[in-house]
């Protein structure tokens, strides 16, 4: 029981943090990023969207810092859970995986996470 706690403390510690890192990097550019060659539709999408990005990275910001602090944890995994997916969907659209496996964290660490607190979400399903 102590093992899954530890190991679910450190998960949520390392996908806020991978949180915080990312949108960070949106603003400052100091890791590298290439998102590849992009099929036109996606390219459409990111000129649809582009306006919200920033506010995009700055609710990941508040997220990550939730996550590393634990606050209110169960919730923000529920919230965190449809941007993972659509995340993943992205990655995946521009057709390079390898540009995909920090999606493919997210997603995992999210979705892990959530069966870490399943019983906190039973209510949730119940009538």
Known sequence: M???????TWLRIILGLFLIVYALNQYFHFLPTSYGEM????????????V???FL????IILGLFLVFNKWTPFLLLVLFPLSV????????NQDFLDALPAFV????????LLFEKEK???LFQK
């Open 106 to 113: 997210v997603a995992l660490l999210n979705f892990v996470l």
């Open 57 to 60: 990275y700055f609710f990941e």
């Open 2 to 8: 102590k093992n899954n706690q530890l190991l679910k």
């Open 52 to 54: 919200y990005l920033p």
């Open 39 to 50: 099929p036109d539709s996606t390219m459409d999408f990111l000129d649809a969207v582009v």
């Open 121 to 123: 979400y039973k209510p």
């Open 86 to 93: 659509a995340f993943l969907i992205f990655s995946i659209s």
